[in-house]
């Protein structure tokens, strides 16, 4: 299967990139390196002895796009390719506005207009949800509550991924709505490289552990919660990547029928904040300066995943331990600091 992957550069869809390779895909990666170093590239080619194919293209360059196209026949696409940062999406709507969903279309347009058939899978995200009134989340739960012009791009692309599924004849797609992806791969080659500093919990505490920061806040412990400190669903970057492919296949397995569909992927289980910080000072033997601070505009008390579709329906679930992804974070911040990534 000749499969492409936009932002395939970044954190998730690099660690993708490697399992896709590992299984004998033939991949193409598109990246317009926004968020992401080339050096990514190397470390995928040293982890898997394979150079993948890689093309800088920005998904808003409809021309460089069509090129592409006119020389390749995709038979999967996972599209990572977005901008992800929750308030930066709140100071330049108009940009996430252009980036995701302009990126989205153009791609949407540029494989519509072939003939060749194609499965996409879309990355979606748990922000969707906003706060559910209802946990664990099921995908029937209302997706009305959006805090954030990020998250408003994530839907609207489920919409027009959707629309199109239902017009052209030669597209299948599932949108995939993460919870919250930690980890790093076991050979400390690639990770997560957070620009400036992290918004997320996991780069926060190892840039703490490292020295980087002088101490991690903790965004309130007066939730309605059993320590007091946000819930939240976190998978490891391996088990995600592995989702990816597991949709691709039970696509490429449906013959001559439509298909959209969209899947939670989670571990199913709900961790606080202060837990989690327990758990990485246990499985990395350190300490971590912390302290309690006002609570960040737009968190969501408590979010965690019913993951019992996609395990019912694709038959993938979540195998590796919580411990493990803080484990292999912290491999990874270590190497991103003491040497040339
Ligand atoms: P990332 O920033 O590490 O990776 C995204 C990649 O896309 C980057 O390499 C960036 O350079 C590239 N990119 C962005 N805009 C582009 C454009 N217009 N053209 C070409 N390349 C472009 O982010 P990630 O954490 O790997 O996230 C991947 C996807 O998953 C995103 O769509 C994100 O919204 C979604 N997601 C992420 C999380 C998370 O916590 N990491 C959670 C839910 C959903
Ligand atoms: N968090 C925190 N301090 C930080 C970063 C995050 O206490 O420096 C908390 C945040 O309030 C949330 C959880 O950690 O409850 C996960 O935050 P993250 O930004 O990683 O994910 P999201 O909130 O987008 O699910």
Not at 2 to 26: A, C, D, P, Q, R
Not at 198 to 225: H, K, M, S, V, W
Not at 276 to 295: A, C, D, P, R
Request: glycine share 6%; charged share 25%.
């Amino acid at each position: 299967m000749n499969v492409l992957v936009t932002g395939g550069l970044g954190f998730i869809g690099s660690h993708t990139s490697v399992e896709l390779l590992n299984k004998g895909y033939e991949i193409t990666i598109v990246d317009n390196l926004v968020n992401s170093n080339i050096k990514v590239l190397k470390n995928i080619q040293k982890i898997t002895g394979i150079k993948p194919e890689f093309k800088e293209i920005d998904l808003r360059d409809k021309k460089e796009l069509t090129k592409l196209f006119e020389c390749n026949n995709f038979d999967g696409i996972i599209h990572f390719a977005a901008l992800k940062s929750v308030n930066e999406s709140i100071k330049k709507p108009k940009l996430y506005k252009e980036n995701n969903i302009g990126g989205t279309k153009n791609l949407l347009e540029v494989i519509t207009s072939k003939k060749h058939r194609t499965n996409l899978i879309f990355s979606s995200s748990c922000t969707v949800y906003g706060q559910s009134k209802k946990l664990p989340i099921d995908e029937n739960c209302p997706t009305n509550n959006i805090e954030s012009p990020y998250g408003e791009t994530k839907i609207k692309c489920e919409e027009i991924i959707l629309e199109a599924v239902k017009k052209y004849s030669n597209l299948n797609a599932i949108s995939l709505r993460y919870f919250n992806p930690i980890g790093a791969h076991e050979s400390s080659l690639i990770g997560e490289l957070p620009n400036g500093i992290p918004e997320n919990l996991i780069p926060y505490i190892t840039q703490t552990a490292i020295g980087i920061r002088n101490e991690l806040t903790i965004f309130g412990n007066d939730y309605p919660t059993r320590d007091g400190t946000c819930i939240r669903d976190y998978i490891h970057i391996n088990d995600l990547a592995l989702a990816h492919i597991s949709s691709l296949n039970f696509l490429s397995k449906v013959k001559n029928k439509k298909i959209y569909d969209f899947f939670n992927v989670g571990t199913g289980k709900g961790i606080t904040v202060l837990e989690l910080i327990n758990m990485f000072e246990q499985t990395n033997s350190l300490k971590i300066n912390y302290k309690i601070g006002n609570k960040r505009k737009g968190d969501i008390t408590s979010a965690y995943a019913d993951i019992s579709k996609i395990k019912t329906k694709i038959g993938w679930f979540s195998k590796k331990s919580i411990s493990d992804a803080l484990k292999t974070a912290w491999e990874w911040q270590k190497r991103i600091s003491n040497y040339e990534n």
